[in-house]
């Protein structure tokens, strides 16, 4: 397939194009407008590849996307602004981007022959849930901006769907970590502050539960959701490696050889969730399964940040 990867120079998205070209035979093109966290540095082992084509541009431009969506088959839209901490105090670009930018691409899609819309989104979008886990027809309860302009993002492609016959399937995963993640994020963050012998901040107690995916894990899923998804679907996407914010800060300081001194607890985030948690079977179903543990993975994920400071150190001066 022709593929147009919004966001491919950010986090997931740029292991997404990496997934795809070593693994299948498409053509990728990455439209991203590098801001803060999208990085050409994230596509420099790929930009040989003849199949990849890189845009610089923003998914609210409407005449750049109208020029490049007849060229594709199906769209991957990764592009978004992603950090709750900074939707906290500056939520006008995540409406933007998130809101905006969705309806743009879901618009002119909709006027194209595209075969499949995958909107990517996050667990975030149910909000908190004591016991149980959200299955994909949970109610939405977002609690940040940064959610809350998910959740709008979510709907806004549902309708397009449901309107126009735009062919959208959704996934919503867990969080991610490992190669080429922003280092304002928490496991980045605490593994570049322990490389420069900085305290870690953990929230609160540290007793929020997460469920972690490693990156690579989560784009096999999406690429199998791409292919085999059906349309006007959700798939949530979660590893089933839940843990204590505190419990994961103790893998990372065993990793890298470090004891609890290292921790420093900090006032909790506003509005911080206290759980996470997805039922992942209707993905599962599909023939996914991660294939790395978490304590695998973050050793992995620790070697990756010990051997590459020329990537992470340029960065560190964005973040708080």
Not at 123 to 132: A, L
Not at 298 to 312: G, M, N
Request: hydrophobic share 35%; with cysteine; proline share 5%.
């Amino acid at each position: 397939m022709r593929l147009l990867v919004t966001g491919g120079a950010g986090f997931i998205g740029s292991n997404f194009a990496r997934h795809v070209l070593t693994t299948r035979d498409d053509q990728v093109t990455i439209l991203d407008a590098l801001t803060y966290a999208g990085n050409r540095a994230n596509l420099v082992d790929l930009e040989a590849d003849p199949r990849l084509r890189f845009v610089h541009g923003d998914i609210c431009d409407r005449e750049l996307v109208a020029s490049l969506m007849p060229e594709h088959d199906a769209v991957v839209h990764f592009a978004a602004e992603s950090h709750v901490d900074r939707s906290i105090v500056a939520p006008d670009a995540f409406v933007r981007t998130n809101c905006d930018g969705t309806n743009v691409l879901c618009d002119v899609a909709g006027r194209s022959e595209i075969q499949k819309f995958v909107h990517v989104s996050t667990d975030e979008v149910y909000g908190s849930i004591d016991t149980g886990s959200f299955t994909e027809s949970s109610p939405l309860a977002p609690s940040s901006p940064y959610s809350a302009s998910k959740a709008g993002s979510d709907l806004i492609a549902l309708a397009h769907h449901r309107t126009h016959g735009l062919p959208v399937v959704i996934t919503r995963s867990s969080n991610n970590y490992g190669p080429y993640q922003y280092p304002e994020k928490l496991i980045p963050l605490f593994i570049t502050n322990l490389l420069e012998g900085r305290p870690v901040p953990v929230y609160g107690d540290g007793l929020n539960v997460r469920d972690w995916c490693h990156v690579e894990d989560n784009c096999a899923a999406i690429d199998l959701v791409l292919r085999q998804g059906a349309t006007g679907e959700i798939y949530n996407i979660g590893a089933g490696h839940e843990t204590t914010n505190l419990d994961l800060t103790h893998l990372v300081l065993a990793a890298m050889g470090k004891g609890p001194e290292a921790i420093e607890f900090v006032d909790d985030r506003l509005g911080h969730d206290r759980r996470y948690s997805l039922d992942a079977t209707r993905v599962r179903t599909l023939g996914w399964s991660p294939r790395r543990s978490l304590e695998e993975g973050i050793v992995q994920t620790v070697d990756w940040y010990r051997s590459h400071p020329e990537w992470w150190q340029p960065l560190r001066s964005n973040v708080a």
